[in-house]
């Protein structure tokens, strides 16, 4: 295998002052967490960059597959090396560019960094030696040195010659955990993993809250809900996930409030219990997957009705998609197909025929004070069940049943 390094670039966290490091360090952490199933993992971070040492072809695979998932990486290219011969060199130029020879006609250039002064040509020179071997070679391949299609980049050190020309996209954004904890409330439905994705994106650790009402809902419901938290876990940090006993809350407000608010109601009391967990897990704010207009409880009127509950940052990152982008992102982070189960949730159980879209707050206020809440809400924290994921997966013995 001729590479022996992956170089990853920072991209947005190279903007950063004095608290770079942190970033950085966090980064690290987070690749050292993604693949604990292949470490050790040799990881030497530098300013601007990053390297990790391949030490053999199956976790260079590995690598390659899933380090795009990793947030606060831009791009990363794999490095070959080779010994400080010319004829060496040239040969790696030639088999690193076999990589791209059947993408049709295309630009390249060649780019030289000579950190060893000592190599008996210098930059300049090399970058036409190099360019002459490989344009004979490609006759589909033309020179461009503004904007090529291809750059073949060189870097001569002490220890030896280092070759790229690969650059593949990451995810961007920021290392998870760099930018503090908030809950997402995740419904099971196609918004809220998908809110919970992107401000992880802006480096947010999360924890997740789900309202579970059996026997109204069944536990594929609950599965599902596992199963996308459980999604989430791949773009490089655990999730735990909080499962809140909601039915005694639900029943009790279908009895004691007006049909058309107990939707508006709902949802207040589900950001009261978020909000009271919050506290508890020492969380920043509350995530939710709301999109203004999409539903009877996320017009503005409704907005203001749930948020009068709180204090406590909303964080809202879909509030201005269409339905369209929504479902898009959902499938590129592979969590669409899950949403899309047909199970009831608590969002869907006790449905209004008519509910209101621009509920008066003092209205809400008023229905709700005839019912003391408060003690429920402390009892759905308290009694409510925690699971941790990616949760590991154990192996089956084989020969158990033969015991």
């Given at each position: 295998?001729?590479?022996?390094?992956?170089?990853?670039?920072?991209?947005?966290?190279?903007?950063?002052?004095?608290?770079?490091?942190?970033?950085?360090?966090?980064?690290?952490?987070?690749?050292?967490?993604?693949?604990?199933?292949?470490?050790?993992?040799?990881?030497?971070?530098?300013?601007?960059?990053?390297?990790?040492?391949?030490?053999?072809?199956?976790?260079?695979?590995?690598?390659?597959?899933?380090?795009?998932?990793?947030?606060?990486?831009?791009?990363?290219?794999?490095?070959?090396?080779?010994?400080?011969?010319?004829?060496?060199?040239?040969?790696?130029?030639?088999?690193?560019?076999?990589?791209?020879?059947?993408?049709?006609?295309?630009?390249?250039?060649?780019?030289?960094?000579?950190?060893?002064?000592?190599?008996?040509?210098?930059?300049?020179?090399?970058?036409?030696?190099?360019?002459?071997?490989?344009?004979?070679?490609?006759?589909?391949?033309?020179?461009?040195?503004?904007?090529?299609d291809v750059a073949l980049r060189i870097e001569i050190r002490d220890?030896?010659?280092?070759?790229?020309?690969?650059?593949?996209?990451?995810?961007?954004?920021?290392?998870?955990?760099?930018?503090?904890?908030?809950?997402?409330?995740?419904?099971?439905?196609?918004?809220?993993?998908?809110?919970?994705?992107?401000?992880?994106?802006?480096?947010?650790?999360?924890?997740?809250?789900?309202?579970?009402?059996?026997?109204?809902?069944?536990?594929?419901?609950?599965?599902?809900?596992?199963?996308?938290?459980?999604?989430?876990?791949?773009?490089?940090?655990?999730?735990?996930?909080?499962?809140?006993?909601?039915?005694?809350?639900?029943?009790?407000?279908?009895?004691?409030?007006?049909?058309?608010?107990?939707?508006?109601?709902?949802?207040?009391?589900?950001?009261?219990?978020?909000?009271?967990?919050?506290?508890?897990?020492?969380?920043?704010?509350?995530?939710?997957?709301?999109?203004?207009?999409?539903?009877?409880?996320?017009?503005?009127?409704?907005?203001?009705?749930?948020?009068?509950?709180?204090?406590?940052?909303?964080?809202?990152?879909?509030?201005?998609?269409?339905?369209?982008?929504?479902?898009?992102?959902?499938?590129?982070?592979?969590?669409?197909?899950?949403?899309?189960?047909?199970?009831?949730?608590?969002?869907?159980?006790?449905?209004?025929?008519?509910?209101?879209?621009?509920?008066?707050?003092?209205?809400?206020?008023?229905?709700?004070?005839?019912t003391e809440f408060d003690e429920l809400i402390e009892r759905a924290?308290?009694?409510?069940?925690?699971?941790?994921?990616?949760?590991k997966k154990v192996k089956e013995d084989k020969f158990a049943d033969?015991?």
């Amino acid at each position: 295998m001729i590479f022996k390094e992956i170089l990853i670039r920072y991209g947005e966290l190279s903007t950063k002052g004095r608290n770079k490091k942190d970033f950085i360090a966090r980064l690290r952490e987070n690749i050292k967490y993604t693949f604990n199933d292949i470490a050790p993992l040799k990881i030497r971070a530098e300013r601007d960059r990053m390297f990790i040492d391949i030490e053999n072809e199956e976790k260079f695979e590995v690598l390659m597959k899933r380090l795009p998932e990793v947030f606060g990486i831009q791009t990363f290219s794999p490095v070959a090396s080779c010994s400080k011969d010319l004829d060496e060199m040239k040969q790696l130029a030639l088999t690193i560019m076999d990589e791209f020879k059947d993408n049709g006609p295309m630009t390249f250039k060649v780019e030289v960094k000579r950190t060893d002064k000592t190599f008996p040509l210098e930059s300049h020179a090399l970058q036409r030696e190099m360019g002459a071997t490989i344009l004979p070679n490609y006759p589909n391949i033309s020179v461009d040195v503004k904007k090529p299609d291809v750059a073949l980049r060189i870097e001569i050190r002490d220890d030896a010659v280092y070759m790229m020309a690969q650059v593949i996209q990451g995810a961007g954004g920021m290392p998870v955990g760099s930018n503090g904890k908030s809950l997402l409330m995740l419904s099971g439905g196609i918004d809220s993993p998908v809110a919970g994705y992107l401000m992880m994106k802006r480096g947010v650790r999360l924890e997740a809250i789900h309202f579970f009402s059996p026997p109204y809902t069944s536990q594929n419901s609950l599965q599902k809900v596992k199963d996308l938290a459980n999604e989430l876990t791949k773009f490089g940090a655990s999730i735990r996930l909080h499962i809140i006993p909601f039915t005694e809350i639900q029943v009790l407000i279908k009895e004691r409030i007006p049909e058309n608010m107990t939707m508006t109601s709902t949802r207040r009391l589900m950001m009261q219990v978020a909000d009271r967990l919050r506290e508890e897990l020492g969380a920043l704010a509350i995530v939710t997957g709301e999109s203004l207009g999409q539903v009877a409880s996320q017009t503005l009127e409704s907005l203001t009705a749930i948020n009068d509950v709180t204090s406590t940052p909303i964080l809202r990152p879909l509030i201005a998609m269409d339905k369209l982008d929504i479902i898009k992102i959902a499938e590129r982070i592979g969590t669409y197909e899950t949403s899309i189960l047909p199970y009831e949730d608590c969002c869907t159980i006790f449905t209004p025929s008519s509910p209101k879209t621009k509920p008066k707050l003092e209205k809400v206020q008023h229905y709700e004070s005839f019912t003391e809440f408060d003690e429920l809400i402390e009892r759905a924290v308290k009694n409510r069940e925690m699971h941790v994921f990616p949760q590991k997966k154990v192996k089956e013995d084989k020969f158990a049943d033969l015991l």
